[in-house]
């Protein structure tokens, strides 16, 4: 079946640097999602990208969606240590369903 | 307030004895979905309902029922848990298709010794 792959499976990083997690697709997907888990918590919707090439912007957060509509990337500037948990991309399949990524976990070191 | 709810929360069972997971939402949504997560495998489907009466299978439903009699409620029922299917469980609502916007429910820790 359809697969979403993501990486890194975890990323470390000290307060104040950048994290990028990417998100890629063997087929073409109808659209991207993003979501984030905090520790203990459930998956909370971020933001969705439809268009080929999207970009979007929330405050730290960049979200990019691939010309082919293959692939995905979430980047966020100078982390904070309110940005840890996990981050997981969801690509629209051909069944009308998500295709979850396994996610990328995110601890920041203050 | 606009919500997906679970119940129970967390569920510690032995293997055999059957059990329901209750799910439901308020928002009048079309599509339910039950997912399990275990550590390195992500959110893995087990279950999806596109509306009343429609369900179809996931990638993982082996071992796992539901039904969709009501649009409100989609229960997860476990005739014969095992151990393997120790797991953090969430229910999840979207309107329309399955690709819009999800909404999560807090999830259920079953454990089954």
């Known amino acids: 079946g359809q697969q979403v792959m993501q990486i890194p499976q975890y990323q470390h990083v000290q307060e104040g640097e950048d994290f990028t997690t990417y998100c890629n697709s063997s087929t073409t997907l109808s659209n991207i999602q993003w979501y984030k888990q905090r520790p203990g918590g459930h998956p909370v919707f971020l933001i969705q990208?439809?268009?080929?090439?999207e970009v979007k912007k929330q405050k730290r957060l960049t979200f990019q969606f691939g010309e082919a509509k293959k692939n995905s990337s979430l980047h966020i500037t100078a982390t904070q240590t309110t940005d840890v948990g996990t981050y997981f991309c969801?690509?629209?399949?051909?069944?009308?369903?998500?295709?979850f990524g396994k996610g990328t976990k995110l601890s920041v070191k203050p | 307030e606009a919500q997906v709810t679970q119940n129970p929360r967390y569920l510690i069972t032995v293997t055999g004895k059957k059990l329901t997971v209750t799910c439901s939402q308020n928002m009048n949504h079309e599509y339910m979905s039950w997912y399990r997560q275990d550590p390195g495998l992500g959110l893995r489907q087990i279950y999806y309902s596109m509306n009343v009466e429609v369900t179809d299978k996931g990638d993982v439903p082996e071992g796992y029922k539901v039904s969709r009699k009501e649009k409100r409620n989609f229960p997860l029922i476990l005739e014969s848990p095992s151990p393997n299917q120790t797991s953090l469980y969430f229910c999840?609502?979207?309107?329309?298709?399955?690709?819009?916007?999800?909404?999560f429910g807090p999830g259920t820790r079953l454990t089954v010794t």
């Open positions: 969801a690509g629209g399949g051909s069944q009308g369903n998500l295709i």
């Open positions: 990208l439809v268009k080929s090439g």
């Open positions: 999840a609502s979207a309107p329309g298709q399955g690709t819009y916007e999800q909404y």
